[in-house]
């Protein structure tokens, strides 16, 4: 998909009213500007650091210092802090040429001199200026921003099979849907050889998709959130259930299962992942 300034996400909304009267579907079409590709460089991986975040945060800590120094009248700490953040202010245009008319630099200049005189009137007229501005850029950017450059892509992973042989992500998560299915199937029909069988090649691919992990988390607890020891507890009871030949503790320990592994890692990673390809790629 080609980069555009504008894209049009058509979505259908149903409307569920809560009279006696039939349901009705509503289409709307919303407008959604896309980020310019200045923006890009300063994000990983162009970049070795997460620059325009960070860049972020300091901008916020340092109004807030300015808003609550100017209110005690604090001429020295509300000079310091709004140096600090006229400086980061001003270094915004020439970071992304595309926003140069989003940035009220005049404001920041406002906001500079009154800190100077110790004008604390202004400065706080200001400040709160500035934040509206602020505020406008990030209703704007900001979801797509976190989208495009801190939301996963698993493009580039590949996690090997049983064979050892390497298969992108998509054809992985697709094989575990296929074994957790298989145990299900087999199961109901008693077939109890075959769902243990899948039930050990299950914990084969969700061991190799934790491996996977290492990708982009640089310690183990995201993944021992999804796959550590309440994970493994299920998995044995699934297989306690298995070997006991119990079609209902099966389908119980299954969905467990489904829920504590499966629906824990796909709201964090899947539906973020789907929305970042589908504008992005």
Not at 206 to 228: A, T, V
Not at 256 to 264: L, M, Q
Request: net charge positive; charged share 30%.
């Amino acid at each position: 998909m080609r980069y555009r300034d504008q894209f049009w996400l058509v979505g259908i909304f149903t409307l569920l009213l809560t009279s006696q009267n039939s349901p009705s579907v509503a289409q709307e079409e919303r407008n959604v500007t896309l980020l310019p590709d200045s923006l890009s460089q300063w994000y990983k991986p162009e970049n070795k650091r997460q620059v325009w975040l960070h860049t972020m945060f300091a901008l916020r800590r340092e109004l807030q210092a300015i808003d609550e120094y100017a209110a005690e009248q604090n001429l020295m700490l509300t000079k310091k802090w709004s140096g600090k953040f006229v400086e980061h202010f001003r270094k915004l245009p020439e970071m992304v040429p595309e926003w140069r008319d989003e940035v009220e630099i005049d404001e920041a200049t406002r906001l500079e001199t009154a800190a100077r005189s110790g004008d604390f009137k202004t400065v706080t007229s200001a400040v709160s200026r500035l934040q509206r501005n602020c505020r406008n850029c990030h209703r704007e950017y900001r979801a797509l921003a976190a989208l495009r450059y801190r939301s996963p892509d698993f493009s580039h992973i590949e996690i090997a099979d049983e064979q050892g042989i390497l298969k992108d992500y998509g054809t992985h998560m697709d094989a575990l849907s296929r074994t957790v299915n298989r145990i299900k199937i087999a199961s109901e029909d008693k077939q109890w050889a075959r769902a243990a069988k899948a039930s050990q090649q299950l914990r084969g691919q969700l061991y190799r998709l934790g491996e996977s992990c290492g990708s982009c988390h640089k310690d183990e607890l995201p993944r021992l959130r999804i796959l550590g020891d309440a994970s493994s507890r299920t998995l044995d009871e699934l297989d306690e259930a298995l070997t006991r030949q119990q079609p209902k503790s099966t389908g119980k320990k299954l969905g467990e299962a489904a829920v504590i592994i499966c629906a824990r890692c796909h709201g964090v990673h899947r539906t973020l992942g789907d929305t970042r390809s589908f504008l992005f790629d």
